[in-house]
């Protein structure tokens, strides 16, 4: 059956596009043919400054590039590539006249893959082509598979973690953002009779996925000890100990572990090497700072950890967050300061509108390099 010219050109266009830069239009010519015959699209460019433009727009699957061009060094061409995220992958494999040591050697230390002296020997260059083809082949799906495992782990973490909806007996809301899709940035909302709920927020050591993982230890911790039977210091104590036998040297949580009774407004609070809650006013108000210092968890055998008790009025709520929305600009206690202050200023809007415009107030222009994590409670 005869191949019909739709499909031809689908298969045309599946196939590696294959980016010539000579100046000699002879060699072009030789390359272009040969790629082609063995099955890759081919464009080309005769000097460094459409080299460049082409590639940008075009976005090659591989580069054959000549060393010495009429406007410029194929080496600067290839180390500017090397800095523009869109071809960072992309090989670059130096034609040459020139095969002395030296050359080859700077054509590798600016990120080419491979070097080919002339005269060209077209069998030659094709199984290197091809090679290096397949080689970026396996890379783009090595990476694909890690995306795809790191959406996993993300998707499994943020089932842990549960949705306002879900329990709307708590009144809260929460904005967790995580700069590598899935951290160690962590919340959990925790019924524990009648009108008490236990919240939690911890923010594990490290900004890697590795940290990730603890976090599903945590809510099982969590979720073992927490209940009427334990108060919130006891559950602490007793995460803690169970941490320490498990968490690899130099790994620990900060958190705050929070009781409160929606009905009376009774607040018990631990803290545990955490950032201060904040506290606002029906509407807004002045906010109140609950300072406490408190030892890390699963670091120490016998650590002292900080307690608040208080009351929480009807319409005031307490903002938890991670360190992430403090540690943005400036000091620490600048950061708390603009925290506060955002929490304020919100205050008048409803609480599911409020928290992420604290977020968006305390960030605005500011680089996260690091996880952010704010929950809003109401009472």
């Given at each position: 059956?005869?191949?019909?010219?739709?499909?031809?050109?689908?298969?045309?266009?599946?196939?590696?596009?294959?980016?010539?830069?000579?100046?000699?239009?002879?060699?072009?010519?030789?390359?272009?043919?040969?790629?082609?015959?063995?099955?890759?699209?081919?464009?080309?460019?005769?000097?460094?400054?459409?080299?460049?433009?082409?590639?940008?727009?075009?976005?090659?699957?591989?580069?054959?590039?000549?060393?010495n061009l009429p406007d410029g060094c194929?080496?600067?061409?290839?180390?500017?590539?090397?800095?523009?995220?869109?071809?960072?992958?992309?090989?670059?494999?130096?034609?040459?006249?020139?095969?002395?040591?030296?050359?080859?050697?700077?054509?590798?230390?600016?990120?080419?893959?491979?070097?080919?002296?002339?005269?060209?020997?077209?069998?030659?260059?094709?199984?290197?082509?091809?090679?290096?083809?397949?080689?970026?082949?396996?890379?783009?799906?090595?990476?694909?598979?890690?995306?795809?495992?790191?959406?996993?782990?993300?998707?499994?973490?943020?089932?842990?973690?549960?949705?306002?909806?879900?329990?709307?007996?708590?009144?809260f809301q929460v904005s967790l953002r995580?700069?590598?899709?899935?951290?160690?940035?962590?919340?959990?909302?925790?019924?524990?009779?009648?009108?008490?709920?236990?919240?939690?927020?911890?923010?594990?050591?490290?900004?890697?996925?590795?940290?990730?993982?603890?976090?599903?230890?945590?809510?099982?911790?969590?979720?073992?000890?927490?209940?009427?039977?334990?108060?919130?210091?006891?559950?602490?104590?007793?995460?803690?100990s169970s941490l320490c036998r498990i968490?690899?040297?130099?790994?620990?949580?900060?958190?705050?572990?929070?009781?409160?009774?929606?009905?009376?407004?009774?607040?018990?609070?631990?803290?545990?090497?955490?950032?201060?809650?904040?506290?606002?006013?029906?509407?807004?108000?002045?906010?109140?700072?609950?300072?406490?210092?408190?030892?890390?968890?699963?670091?120490?055998?016998?650590?002292?950890?900080?307690?608040?008790?208080?009351?929480?009025?009807?319409?005031?709520?307490?903002?938890?967050?991670?360190?992430?929305?403090?540690?943005?600009?400036?000091?620490?206690?600048?950061?708390?300061?603009?925290?506060?202050?955002?929490?304020?200023?919100?205050?008048?809007?409803?609480?599911?509108?409020?928290?992420?415009?604290?977020?968006?107030?305390?960030?605005?222009?500011?680089?996260?390099?690091?996880?952010?994590?704010?929950?809003?409670?109401?009472?």
């Open positions: 059956m005869q191949e019909t010219e739709a499909s031809s050109m689908q298969r045309q266009q599946r196939s590696p596009l294959v980016f010539v830069v000579d100046d000699d239009p002879t060699t072009v010519i030789t390359i272009r043919g040969l790629m082609k015959r063995a099955g890759f699209r081919t464009a080309s460019a005769g000097n460094a400054a459409d080299a460049l433009r082409g590639i940008r727009e075009q976005h090659p699957d591989l580069i054959l590039l000549d060393v194929g080496f600067d061409v290839c180390r500017r590539l090397g800095s523009e995220a869109s071809a960072v992958t992309t090989p670059v494999l130096f034609i040459s006249a020139n095969q002395d040591t030296s050359s080859v050697i700077k054509g590798f230390a600016c990120g080419g893959v491979d070097y080919i002296t002339k005269p060209i020997v077209g069998a030659e260059v094709i199984a290197r082509v091809r090679t290096h083809l397949r080689l970026r082949q396996a890379y783009e799906k090595l990476a694909e598979l890690h995306a795809e495992r790191v959406q996993q782990l993300a998707s499994a973490q943020r089932d842990l973690m549960p949705l306002p909806k879900d329990l709307p007996e708590a009144r995580q700069v590598l899709t899935a951290g160690g940035d962590f919340y959990d909302v925790i019924p524990a009779g009648g009108d008490v709920v236990d919240y939690l927020v911890a923010d594990a050591s490290g900004h890697n996925l590795a940290a990730s993982l603890w976090t599903a230890t945590l809510k099982a911790l969590a979720a073992e000890y927490a209940g009427p039977l334990n108060s919130p210091l006891e559950i602490v104590h007793a995460i803690n968490l690899p040297p130099a790994a620990f949580f900060t958190l705050i572990y929070m009781r409160l009774n929606h009905a009376t407004g009774q607040l018990s609070m631990v803290n545990a090497g955490h950032p201060p809650a904040i506290v606002t006013g029906s509407g807004g108000g002045q906010a109140v700072i609950l300072r406490v210092d408190g030892d890390v968890v699963g670091a120490f055998g016998e650590p002292l950890f900080g307690i608040v008790e208080t009351t929480l009025k009807p319409g005031e709520r307490i903002f938890l967050y991670t360190d992430g929305l403090i540690e943005t600009g400036g000091t620490h206690e600048e950061g708390l300061q603009r925290m506060a202050a955002a929490c304020v200023l919100r205050g008048h809007l409803p609480l599911n509108d409020a928290v992420p415009a604290v977020v968006e107030d305390v960030m605005a222009d500011l680089p996260r390099a690091d996880d952010t994590l704010l929950v809003g409670i109401e009472r």
